[in-house]
């Protein structure tokens, strides 16, 4: 039996990662669970970065970029936190849901 | 020609000035009185006019620096003057907002968050690299997610401020998918080595058609093209009126500025003549322009049709702007000379036209306490200036003439029946009879109906000056409009592209 690990398994975790990802932003209500499912996607685009530096291409660009988002990812999930703690404390709720007195 | 590390600051000094003033301005909040809005105001204006004269300096520079990261060339150089003074008349606009006073502490926070977008939008106008596009494209998004809740004791803004950020981090989440694809496909993130990559042949169609859609997808959600702008009415309606309008002009010329980059030096087979007919097809007969006409054709329709059952101006003006981006869309289907250089005027036009209808919304709302398109009834009577000014700018958006929008309209429309685009402007034409009837209505509730009230009320000298300075362009460029014209047809020009 044939261990060996290569491009096409990393790959594959991505894609599901990334399914999972989109998977969880569109049918969680929770304001959090929302950002986990973008911080699955934007860890499924990371994982491809460094899988596809690691095999196949000689330069390190793609492990450069996946340090890059991984500093993006962490802003970006502070100031959703910081506006999620907002709306709680204003509206008393952390369903995306319930927050939906802008229609007409 | 390519430019060292070192040499390659020297062509970011705009930026760096920025940059600059983005601290000396938040620094404003501990010497300064912390709910004096003057003085980080003034210190960001001299930051936007330092920035101006060192880019003003930058004309006629056509240079790739940072080892191929960033370009400053003449078309990026014409998306730098539009943030350039759509941030100084926002900054402007700010002085005189009631609805920001609820967040009177924190004055240096906002007009410093204004210039870190603007930073970030210079660096999507030059971008030439995937990495350099996707960390721009994040720094305008997370100023605005911040700038849209920004009175955070207003639910409205609340609401605006976490549906922008849900959908902002989804789309630039599956924009980093494809870019990740991308690079995996090419082993480049340079967008001329990608260029290259693709002429070479041997990438698989399927999967570069998956990523450039989900490229798309972030791109398509900054400029709020149709399948990808459902936060737009509700974060322009719940943000701030002055963050509104700083969003619909210069996050939205920003995202057009790097999607028109993105398309012309990626896809584009240089060697082809005339370059037109030298975009890649995806599959026999299918090209990626079709993706953006089919884009377009969406984007106006659903923004004008939608727009007709508004009530709230604000939101009205959110789904204008939807349709405006459609129109845009339109010159980029082309992707001829004249058509790019038609929608770099029309964005002059945008700029104008569109601040300058914010502009007037946000007065009504200082003093009329009001954002209901019912409420405007007798306004001709009750402010007789304000709605001429409002008036000319509906009839600018709508492209009658004599307005500058017309003339915008006039040349998109005569690119594409250049390129036989023949059936892209009829629809295009449709769409503004239609758009017709909601900004009209507007303008009959506030001449032909009676009004409740009838007391006058006026504004103050600072303001009708201000006003005057947006409503004379709107008005004299439809007279006088080739030295515009000219500066469009001059910006085509991208680093590499002839």
Avoid: C
């Amino acid at each position: 039996m044939n261990l060996h690990v290569g491009l096409t398994d990393f790959l594959v975790v991505s894609a599901i990662l990334f399914s999972l990802g989109i998977y969880g932003v569109v049918t969680r209500k929770n304001a959090i669970m929302v950002l986990m499912g973008i911080e699955l996607i934007l860890n499924s685009a990371n994982l491809n970065f460094v899988a596809f530096t690691r095999f196949g291409l000689m330069n390190l660009t793609g492990q450069v970029i996946a340090l890059f988002v991984i500093i993006l990812a962490a802003a970006e999930a502070a100031i959703l936190l910081a506006i999620v703690l907002n709306i709680h404390q204003q509206l008393d709720t952390v369903n995306v849901d319930e927050v939906d007195k802008l229609k007409n | 020609m390519a430019q060292t590390i070192y040499q390659s600051f020297s062509y970011i000094l705009p930026e760096t000035i920025l940059a600059i003033f983005f601290v000396l301005t938040l620094l404003t909040a501990i010497v300064g009185k912390r709910r004096s809005k003057y003085l980080p105001a003034y210190m960001a204006l001299l930051g936007f006019v330092i920035a101006g004269i060192f880019v003003f300096n930058q004309i006629g520079t056509d240079e790739l620096v940072f080892s191929g990261m960033y370009a400053v060339d003449p078309f990026s150089w014409f998306f730098k003057i539009i943030f350039l003074v759509a941030g100084i008349l926002i900054i402007l606009f700010s002085l005189q907002s009631r609805e920001l006073e609820a967040a009177s502490t924190k004055y240096a926070e906002y007009f410093s968050l204004i210039i870190s977008l603007t930073i970030g939008a210079f660096f999507m106008a030059g971008s030439t690299n995937l990495l350099m596009m996707y960390l721009s494209l994040e720094l305008v998004s997370i100023s605005s997610y911040i700038l849209s809740g920004f009175t955070k004791e207003s639910a409205r803004a609340d609401e605006a401020s976490l549906k922008y950020v849900i959908y902002g981090a989804f789309s630039s989440g599956l924009m980093l998918y494809g870019i990740s694809l991308l690079y995996g496909m090419t082993g480049e993130t340079n967008l001329y080595a990608f260029n290259q990559a693709i002429a070479m042949g041997g990438i698989q169609k399927i999967t570069l058609l998956i990523a450039i859609v989900l490229i798309l997808v972030g791109l398509g959600y900054k400029i709020s093209a149709v399948p990808f702008h459902f936060w737009t009415p509700d974060v322009y309606e719940g943000a701030p009126i002055t963050v509104t309008a700083f969003l619909s002009v210069t996050s939205k010329a920003a995202g057009f500025a790097m999607l028109i980059r993105f398309f012309k030096i990626g896809f584009i087979d240089v060697a082809a003549q005339p370059v037109v007919a030298g975009m890649w097809e995806i599959f026999r007969g299918f090209r990626w322009t079709d993706i953006i006409a089919a884009l377009s054709v969406l984007t106006m329709t659903v923004g004008n049709l939608v727009a007709l059952w508004q009530s709230n101006i604000k939101r009205l003006l959110a789904y204008s702007s939807i349709a405006h981006a459609g129109y845009i869309l339109m010159g980029f289907v082309t992707l001829s000379d004249q058509g790019i250089s038609a929608m770099l005027m029309y964005f002059v036009a945008y700029l104008l036209m569109n601040l300058g209808a914010f502009y007037v919304v946000m007065l009504v709302a200082n003093k009329y306490h009001t954002e209901n398109i019912d409420d405007y009834k007798g306004l001709g009577y009750r402010s007789p200036y304000v709605a001429f000014a409002l008036t000319v700018f509906l009839f600018s958006l709508t492209g009658i003439p004599p307005t500058f929008g017309f003339i915008g309209k006039f040349y998109l429309f005569a690119a594409l029946i250049h390129t036989n685009y023949i059936w892209l402007a009829i629809v295009g034409v449709l769409n503004s009879v239609v758009s017709l009837y909601y900004y009209l209505k507007v303008v009959k509730n506030m001449y032909l109906q009676q009004p409740v009230e009838t007391s006058r009320v006026s504004f103050d000298f600072g303001t009708n000056l201000l006003m005057t300075l947006l409503v004379v362009p709107n008005i004299l460029l439809m007279l006088y409009f080739s030295p515009v014209l000219a500066w469009a047809q001059n910006s085509v020009t991208m680093f590499g592209i002839r």
